[in-house]
């Protein structure tokens, strides 16, 4: 197995790396996945060198990555390394420019998805932005993306769709390592100068997580393994559905099912899927009872999925037709949920990227067209990105 160094440890054993930072006031965004290999936080780190952290910046699930999907983190004034813990995903999204207005470097260290609608990548941008606007500089300690960097997915999203789940012409899966986004967010969006970057050492594009020797630490309630990973940009699609994610269970995004869904999905999804996906996955009927989230304590009849083949294996053409198929078998039960918390935008649409998907689903259109639709624009955006790659 592969020995990666992912760039928290680069920056800890390189004297040389320590040196810009000495005596330099420094605010850290991250959360419990900023780890080494040995299980030093990116805090802890922070305090016994010589840099002044002065604050550690949340992002979504709060610090310890335990927090409800979409519920508000809460400000502490003492964080487990005694500097003020502050929020940026409940009142306020970005950071105070008053506090960065003291700091010299804003440090962002967390280990995320590679996937358009997890919301980490848009606290990154977020940051950049404030950072560009008073002076800061960024800095990124780079970590891997699960699905490996040569894994592009999903039709990049409108612009007319962006939010905090999606934006900045990204396809779901977006193959990019955080520093790496952070060169593309800058050159194509205008958020600041280019950010520095600790790249990782040992890490090549082609290496999926389990084949880092990295330790898997949860970035969410909802993405316990490394596999929970591969399947979350698929069955995240059904959060704008009333079709159950697997969310209340102890394998969510893996689960998924409904109390009025029957035997006939597995069947005619294996009829729709292209047939190099039909290979890669399989599907074990089962029944699950929610503890929380929809149909909590309610039984569904689901399906449990297991990826047989991931290299060739597509998430997102995996989802969108997964949708399809259920919309179509059980028009008097399935319907479109939208969030609670924007409900001026069509939720499944932002979760897709365009409108056009549920459009071609609720016209009951040929299946080819929506994979077609889904491969849409896949191959201009990776060579459109390969400018910023920091590994071949």
């Known amino acids: 197995m592969t020995s990666v160094n992912v760039g928290l440890e680069v920056l800890r054993d390189s004297e040389e790396k320590r040196v810009r930072l000495k005596d330099k006031d420094v605010g850290l965004?991250?959360?419990?996945t900023g780890v080494t290999t040995d299980f030093e936080r990116s805090d802890q780190f922070f305090v016994r060198s010589e840099a002044n952290l002065k604050a550690v910046f949340m992002p979504e699930h709060g610090f310890f990555c335990a927090g409800k999907?979409?519920?508000?983190?809460?400000?502490?004034?003492?964080?487990?390394?005694d500097?003020?813990?502050?929020?940026?995903?409940?009142?306020?999204?970005?950071?105070?420019?008053?506090?960065?207005?003291?700091?010299?470097?804003?440090?962002?260290?967390?280990?995320?998805l590679g996937v358009r609608c997890y919301t980490y990548i848009h606290t990154m941008a977020n940051c950049m932005k404030v950072a560009r606007e008073t002076g800061t500089e960024f800095l990124i300690l780079d970590r891997p993306p699960p699905l490996s960097g040569r894994k592009f997915e999903g039709r990049p999203i409108d612009d007319n769709l962006s939010s905090f789940i999606g934006g900045y012409g990204l396809p779901m899966v977006y193959?990019?390592?955080?520093?790496?986004?952070?060169?593309?967010?800058?050159?194509?969006?205008?958020?600041?100068?280019?950010?520095?970057?600790?790249?990782?050492?040992?890490?090549?594009?082609?290496?999926?997580?389990?084949?880092?020797?990295?330790?898997?630490?949860?970035?969410?309630?909802?993405?316990?393994?490394?596999?929970?990973?591969?399947?979350?940009?698929?069955?995240?699609?059904?959060?704008?559905?009333?079709?159950?994610?697997?969310?209340?269970?102890?394998?969510?995004?893996?689960?998924?099912?409904?109390p009025?869904?029957?035997?006939?999905?597995?069947?005619?999804?294996?009829?729709?899927?292209?047939?190099?996906?039909?290979?890669?996955?399989?599907?074990?009927?089962?029944?699950?009872?929610?503890?929380?989230?929809?149909?909590?304590?309610?039984?569904?009849?689901?399906?449990?999925?297991?990826?047989?083949?991931?290299?060739?294996?597509?998430?997102?053409?995996?989802?969108?037709?997964?949708?399809?198929?259920?919309?179509?078998?059980?028009p008097e039960d399935f319907t479109w949920c939208n969030s609670s918390l924007n409900k001026e935008k069509n939720h499944f649409d932002r979760l897709a990227g365009t409108k056009e998907f549920r459009n071609l689903i609720e016209k009951r259109r040929d299946p080819e067209e929506i994979v077609r639709l889904a491969e849409e624009g896949i191959g201009k955006f990776e060579d459109s990105v390969s400018e910023f790659f920091l590994y071949e």
């Open 260 to 330: 009025w869904v029957t035997e006939k999905v597995e069947e005619e999804l294996m009829n729709h899927l292209p047939v190099s996906d039909r290979g890669a996955c399989k599907l074990r009927e089962c029944r699950y009872k929610p503890r929380f989230s929809k149909y909590s304590g309610e039984l569904c009849h689901g399906y449990e999925i297991y990826v047989t083949d991931r290299l060739e294996f597509s998430p997102f053409r995996f989802g969108i037709t997964l949708v399809k198929v259920v919309h179509d078998l059980y």
């Open 29 to 32: 965004i991250s959360n419990c």
């Open 175 to 258: 193959g990019l390592t955080p520093g790496e986004l952070g060169k593309y967010l800058s050159a194509e969006f205008s958020l600041g100068p280019p950010p520095s970057v600790i790249r990782m050492e040992g890490w090549r594009r082609e290496l999926w997580y389990d084949e880092t020797g990295l330790p898997w630490v949860s970035p969410s309630p909802g993405i316990p393994t490394p596999e929970t990973a591969l399947l979350y940009p698929a069955t995240v699609l059904l959060e704008g559905t009333n079709v159950s994610e697997g969310r209340g269970t102890n394998k969510p995004f893996k689960l998924f099912g409904a």
């Open 69 to 81: 999907p979409g519920g508000p983190i809460n400000d502490s004034l003492k964080g487990p390394v």
């Open 83 to 112: 500097v003020p813990l502050i929020s940026l995903y409940g009142d306020k999204r970005q950071p105070p420019k008053d506090i960065l207005e003291d700091l010299d470097v804003l440090v962002y260290d967390i280990q995320d």
